[in-house]
């Protein structure tokens, strides 16, 4: 657990619901106040369910303290706003945790590019352009808060490397992994860090109707679903270890089950996670040349 009388700061970005609530979750376990994001108010808009205040209410009750802030991540302003009330309120910013993904029902139709609605452009908005641009308003706060060994999360994802739900889905995942890496160059030597988190198949409410529906679908795949919360452990983990263990990372893509196997980390259920790395593949690599 982290010191109680210095709790640490987060922002989840997308956590109403699915991994960025798993992430929230986990974090409050682990003493953080964490700023949920998201555009989810009311309960009953989302035929998923879940709203920001639900997530920073549990999230108190895990014994973190929850702070619920209605964000569109395609909005700049809002984004301003959101970093400008972390700083008037906690003065810091020790972790950034880009989950914001507007992902169409579509885009696991099967179907060629061309056939699904050109809508799937979404995720290049709020998935791709989100990462860069919270992390953008961001950083400045990061950087004061250099002193405290600070960790910006992307999620990224096994579409990086392999077919995965089509041509929009694995450049957005790509595009993720390698604004990590750059960001990293810049963000060298001033203390902060960044990683790109591949989680494995999540159970989350979007990926459990479609389990309910067909059962058989998933059937292999069920034992070594990921819970959502994993992710969020293993961040907690990397974070509240050394500042040398994230430096030493940053700039890497890394796979969810095979970080928090290196750190000690379990699932929900006590289970011991397991990499799709030799099924989906792996973070590949960039060069080390860099030009300014």
């Known amino acids: 657990m982290l010191d109680p009388d210095t709790p640490r700061v987060a922002v989840v970005t997308g956590a109403s619901r699915g991994l960025g609530k798993g992430i929230s979750l ?121 002193a405290r060994s600070p960790l910006v999360v992307n999620i990224s994802g096994f579409g990086a490397v392999c077919y995965l739900h089509g041509p929009a889905y694995g450049a957005v995942k790509a595009g993720v992994d390698k604004m990590t890496h750059d960001m990293a160059v810049d963000l060298e030597g001033r203390g902060v860090s960044v ?46 270890g050394p500042a040398s263990g994230k430096l030493e990372r940053s700039g890497r893509a890394l796979i969810v089950a095979e970080l928090a196997i290196e750190l000690g980390v379990t699932d929900v259920d006590g289970r011991t996670p397991v990499s799709r790395r030799a099924l989906l593949g792996g973070p590949a690599g960039y060069s080390d040349a860099v030009v300014r």
């Not at 209605?70 to 309120?89: G, I, P, S, T």
């Not at 790109?196 to 070594?224: C, F, K, N, Q």
Request: aromatic residues 6%.
């Open 26 to 146: 986990a974090l409050g376990e682990a003493g953080y106040t964490v700023y949920v994001t998201g555009r989810s108010v009311e309960p009953g808009t989302h035929d998923l369910g879940g709203t920001i205040g639900e997530t920073a209410g549990a999230v108190t009750q895990r014994g973190g303290n929850g702070i619920a802030v209605a964000c569109d991540h395609r909005d700049d302003e809002a984004v301003a706003a959101l970093v400008e009330q972390v700083r008037r309120e906690q003065g810091r910013l020790d972790l950034l945790v880009n989950n914001a993904f507007a992902v169409p029902d579509t885009v696991t139709s099967g179907a060629g590019f061309w056939e699904k609605p050109i809508d799937a452009v979404m995720m290049f908005d709020v998935g791709l352009r989100s990462t860069y641009t919270t992390t953008w308003h961001a950083t400045p706060l990061l950087l004061d808060s250099a």
């Open 195 to 240: 990683v790109s988190l591949w989680p494995g198949l999540l159970r989350t409410e979007r990926t459990m109707r479609v389990v309910d529906a067909d059962p058989m679908l998933y059937a292999d795949s069920l034992p070594i679903m990921e819970h959502p919360e994993l992710t969020g452990r293993a961040i907690a983990a990397l974070d509240g």
